[in-house]
C-alpha cells in the first residue's frame, strides 16, 4: 500500500493497494495485515457459503493430492449393512484379495459391511487397500483394513474420488447408498463423461430383478434406449469379474502390481506406510 496527502492545492490524498487506486474518503487508515492481525471478527463466517466453498475446494485438494499418484485401482461399492458372518461378507473379501492378485488398487468407503470385506481381502493378499470415508451425523471410523484413508465431509466430494481414481466399478449388493453409486455410474456413462469403464454388478440373485425391471419397465417405456442396459454386466464369479474389468479395460495383461505399504513400490502406498500423504 502507498499513500499520497494533499499539500496545499496538490492531488488529493491517494492511495494505492494492490491494482485498487483509492482516494479521498476511500482511504483506508490500516493495512490489510493490520486488519487481518490485529481484529477479532465474529466467526459466524465460517457457516457462510463463500467460506464453503473454500472447506470443499481444500476436499478436493486433499484428495486429489493423496490419490493422484494411485496405482490402476478398482471401486467396490457395497452395503454397510453386511454381517462378518454372512457369505456376502466372504464373496466381499475373495474379491479384494482376485483384485489385489490382478494387480488392482482397491478403493471402498472405508465403512464396514462390505467395504470392510473387500479392503480386508485386498490388505490380507498383499494389495493396496484405500477407503474414502465419509463423515455422517453418527460416529464413523475407517474399518481397520484400510491403509491410505481419506475422509470426506462432502459427498459429491468423494463421489468424484470414486470415479475419477478408478478404472472400473464393482457393486455388490447394497441399500440406498449402493443404488445410488450404481445408478451415478450409468448416468456418467450413458452420458459420455466416463469412457471404457466397466460396471459390474456381483451377485445374480440380487440384481435380476433390478435389471428385469429396467429391461420391462424402464426400456419398455423407451425412458433407456436398447444398448444402455449393455453399459452393465453382471456375474456370481470373482474371476469373471476380473477379467470382465481387464477386458473391459482394454488391458492385455494385467496392471503394474498395486501394493500394500510393507512391499510396496508405489509412492502413495508409500507414503501410507510412513504415515503422510505426498504433497
Ligand atoms: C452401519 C452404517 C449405516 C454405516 C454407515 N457407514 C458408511 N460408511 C462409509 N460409506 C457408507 C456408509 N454408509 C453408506 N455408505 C456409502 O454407500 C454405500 C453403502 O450404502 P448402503 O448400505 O448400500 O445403503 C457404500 O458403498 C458407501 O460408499
Redesign the pocket.
Known sequence: MSRRTRRGGGPPPEQRRGPVTARRGQVEHSTTDQRLLDTRSPASFVHSDPWRVLRIQSEFVEGFGLLADLPPAVTV?????VGRDEPEYELGRRLGAALADAGYAVI????????EAVNRGAQEAGGLSVGL??E?PFE?DLNDWVDLGVSFRYFFV?KTM?VKYAEAFVIMP????????LFEALTLLQTGKVTRFPVVLMGTAYWSGLLEWLRSTVLGSARIKPGDLDLVTMTDDVDEAVRLILEGTGRAGPPAAATSGDETTSEVGGAAAAGGAPS
Open positions: 461399492f457395497g452395503s454397510a449393512r471402498t468407503g472405508g465403512g464396514p459391511g462390505t467395504m470415508g465419509i455422517l464413523q468423494r470414486f447394497g441399500g440406498f447408498g449402493t443404488l445410488d453409486e
